[in-house]
C-alpha cells in the first residue's frame, strides 16, 4: 500500500522539482540581466578659486576732428580785352626835297683807274636834255667840306679824276650840285667808297657814278 503510494507520489515529487530548478534558473538569469555594471564616480577635483581679472577700462577714442575744407574764393572772370581793330597803315609821306636838283643811288665798279662821274639831267622825263655847265662839287659825303669843283661839258657829263692809270684812291665821297656861290641846289649824291681791290673781286669800287636830275 504504501509502496504505491510512494510510486504515485514521485513523479510529482520529480516534476516540482524540475518546476523549482526552472524558476530559480529564471531568477538567476533575470537577477543577471537586471543587475546594472556600477560605473566608478568620477574623482572630485577641486577647481581653482576665481581669479578677479580687471574689467579692461573704457578708453575713448576721439572723434576724428572735422576740418572745414576751405573753397577758394571765386574770382570774377577777367573780361577779355577787346581785339583792337587794325588800322589801315598811313603809307609814309614821301620825303620831299627843298633842293632843285634831285639824285639817283650811286653806283661802282672796277675800272683801269679811279674816278667819279656821271650826267647832269634837265628833265627827268627826256634823258636828252642835259644841263651843260652844270657845277659839280667833290667833297665829304655830308656836304660839310669841298674838295674839288668841276663844271659839266657840252653833254652834261662830269667826271672827277682821283688816280692816275693803274692807281687806287681809296676814299668816301660825296658830290652834289652847287650854284656860283657853292651854295648847294641839289641833294648829295653818295656816299661813294672807293677801294683798292683788284678787278676779280666783285667788292672792287674804282670808278664810281651818280646822275642828277631835275
Sequence with gaps: ????????????AMLLVAAL???????FIAQATLTPTRTPRPTYTPLPPPTDTPVPTDTATPEPTAT???RPTARPPTPRPPTPIPQPTAPPAPTVSPFEFHVNPPTCAHA???YIKGTVYLDKNNPSSRYVGAIVALGSPDGSQIY???KADDYGEYTFILGGMGEAHPGTWGVWLIDPSHNRKSDIGGPIVTNDLPADNPNSCWAGGVDFWK
Design 1 to 12: 500500500m504504501h509502496l504505491k503510494w510512494g510510486t504515485r507520489l514521485m513523479p510529482a
Design 21 to 27: 530548478a526552472c524558476r530559480t534558473a529564471d531568477v
Design 68 to 70: 572745414a575744407t576751405r
Design 112 to 114: 683801269g683807274q679811279t
Design 148 to 150: 674839288d669843283i668841276v
